[in-house]
């Protein structure tokens, strides 16, 4: 049993300078800061199992607060979201779970899961950006928006809870005995030695409405990969009707600071590979 306590503050600054603003050809700036601490804990439990291999079991909560100021946006071109810099006034917590087995020359990952929720701590979102085809920007024009058509919305103090998780094995062979030592080079070399195993497995990605007690988003993706040979994957995704949560900014991916207005009910199946 292993265990570890740590607690990290952090502190990042961004100044952005434009040659001209939203509405005038005068040059404009925006200064602002962000102030985060985490505090993160890690337990780990290993098992022996009867054919030599282990089952380490790693269990990871984290708590985050995170502040960024207001500043004044009216006057910028807000062309995608790393323009848009909305006051944050957050903590998110989150866990972590793995349970990984590892033999001598093999590693699989059985299950990898996430979950987390943010909490606001001032103030809630009153105004969405929308992206509904057909409605005019509040500058500039349908093709060239300046700065997005806003709705009000009813915010919420708690985001949707994440989750995600990995089923199956997506970690790359472990290459344990020297090359030379294998029968790749030798009279016994077959051509299928030379190949990476196929990797499969299952990732799942979804958001649970604590308010309504309904999945608001759920995608699914399954994937077949050799190496950096080839892989295929297929999946599905359903959004339900209503506001669709933000995920991240430029701060910190896992956060749920905001969302984006009401749409409707999304459905669809997606395929893709590469070689």
């Keep these: 049993m292993g265990h570890l306590l740590a607690i990290r503050p952090q502190a990042k600054f961004r100044e952005v300078y434009y040659t001209r603003g939203a509405q005038s050809d005068d040059a404009q700036h925006r200064e602002t800061f962000w102030l985060g601490v985490d505090a993160t804990s890690k337990l780990t439990r290993r098992f022996v199992l009867a054919d030599g291999s282990s089952l380490l079991h790693t269990m990871e909560p984290t708590v985050t607060y995170e502040y960024v100021p207001?500043?004044?946006?009216?006057?910028?071109?807000q062309i995608d979201q790393a323009d848009d810099l909305p006051k944050k006034n957050l903590v998110t917590y989150m866990l972590r779970s793995r349970v990984l087995e590892s033999g001598t020359r093999t590693a699989f990952n059985w299950?990898?899961?996430?979950v987390a929720q943010s909490y606001h701590v001032g103030a809630v979102q009153t105004l969405a950006?929308?992206?509904t085809p057909g409605v005019a920007p509040f500058l500039g024009s349908f093709t060239q928006p300046i700065q997005p058509a806003m709705v009000p919305i009813q915010g919420?103090?708690?985001s949707d809870v994440w989750m995600r998780a990995v089923i199956g094995n997506n970690l790359p062979p472990l290459s344990s005995l020297s090359q030379l030592d294998t029968p790749i080079f030798g009279q016994g070399a077959q051509a299928w030695a030379l190949r990476p195993p196929i990797n499969r497995y299952v990732t799942m990605d979804a958001f649970f409405d604590p308010y309504q007690l309904t999945v608001s988003q759920f995608n699914t993706d399954l994937r077949f990969q050799e190496g950096t040979n080839w892989y295929f994957e297929v999946g599905?995704?359903?959004?339900?009707d209503g506001n669709r949560v933000r995920r991240?900014?430029?701060w910190n991916p896992i956060s749920f600071n905001e969302v984006f207005a009401p749409?409707?009910?999304i459905q669809f199946v997606t395929m893709g590979g590469g070689v």
Excluded: C, P
């Design 70 to 77: 207001g500043t004044r946006q009216s006057a910028l071109a």
């Design 111 to 114: 299950l990898d899961l996430t």
């Design 129 to 131: 950006r929308e992206f």
């Design 156 to 158: 919420r103090k708690f």
């Design 236 to 240: 599905q995704r359903y959004t339900k």
């Design 248 to 250: 991240g900014d430029i």
């Design 263 to 265: 749409t409707k009910e």
